[in-house]
């Protein structure tokens, strides 16, 4: 599923957010967000599953406007918000049920995913039971099981120490290929934006009017040791920046008032 923002202006009471914003997300494509805290990532994911909606121009779904995109694309927040008093499979089971499919229905279609996403073992255990990648995949199971052809991630792998995390990106990656899905992930971290997406999208200046787009020139499949390739360190030597450039007049103001 294509996702479009065509000039959409968005603001909370009188502090704007975004301005007459284009981007375009491909069907199939892998793309990153990253950007400074605060600047508005976290608001174009609501914006774009329908949470919110614009000020001003339009979100389109496969080239059409689409007022009503709740539920049309999975959402998988920073924070896993399993329930610790329901299982693996009736945590993932949770949206099937709300779309109005039975009980048993609804388990059924999640067991019969467990082993591709790894948890055939798990079926059974409660949130606590489980590591912190476990919950993730609990997590992206839920997400992934409402069919949604769009999954947006929100920092999905914050909170995972730095071997789970390199595991979660590789197994990300297969999750990938294998559903056929378009990603959108929103992370602080730049070799986690490149070594992921097909293209990442730099947001620099608040109110948000334009992407600074950095197309990822890397062979798939890849793995970690990617980050090694000089087209890696380019793009991310880029990427770095654009983000400083946008970071100088905070930073001199910065300066300015510790001088005072
Ligand atoms: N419900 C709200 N009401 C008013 N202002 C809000 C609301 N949600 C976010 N904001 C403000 O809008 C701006 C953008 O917030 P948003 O959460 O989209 O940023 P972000 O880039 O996702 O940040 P982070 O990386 O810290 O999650 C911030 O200044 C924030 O304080």
Redesign the pocket.
């Known amino acids: 599923m294509k996702l479009q923002f065509s000039q959409v202006s968005f603001s909370?009471?009188t502090?704007p957010?975004l301005q007459k914003l284009q981007l375009q997300v491909n069907s199939g494509e892998f793309v990153s967000l990253v950007?400074?805290?605060?600047?508005?990532?976290?608001?174009?994911f609501?914006l774009a599953n329908g949470l919110l909606q614009p000020d001003e121009g339009t979100i389109e779904l496969d080239g059409k406007p689409e007022q009503n995109r709740l539920g049309k694309l999975a959402y998988m927040p920073q924070k896993d918000l399993l329930l610790n008093w329901r299982t693996v499979v009736e945590n993932a089971a949770l949206p099937l049920e709300i779309q109005g499919l039975s009980r048993r229905e609804a388990h059924k279609r999640v067991i019969e995913q467990l082993d591709r996403f790894g948890l055939a073992d798990w079926a059974d255990a409660y949130p606590e039971e489980l590591s912190g990648g476990m919950r993730q995949r609990v997590s992206f199971l839920r997400a992934a099981i409402t069919g949604c052809r769009v999954l947006l991630l929100?920092?999905p792998f914050s909170a995972l120490d730095g071997i789970t995390r390199v595991d979660m990106q590789e197994w990300l990656l297969s999750m990938w290929q294998t559903l056929g899905i378009t990603i959108i992930l929103?992370t602080?971290d730049i070799d986690e934006a490149i070594l992921l997406a097909d293209r990442v999208l730099v947001?620099s200046e608040q109110p948000i009017r334009q992407v600074h787009e950095f197309n990822v020139a890397l062979p798939r499949p890849r793995t970690v040791g990617n980050r090694h390739l000089p087209q890696f360190q380019q793009t991310s030597e880029q990427i770095w920046r654009v983000l400083r450039e946008a970071r100088q007049p905070a930073t001199v103001r910065l300066q300015r008032g510790d001088n005072r």
């Not at 950007?35 to 174009?44: A, E, L, N």
């Open positions: 909370y009471g502090q957010v950007g400074p805290s605060g600047i508005g990532k976290s608001t174009i609501q929100d920092e929103i602080h947001l």
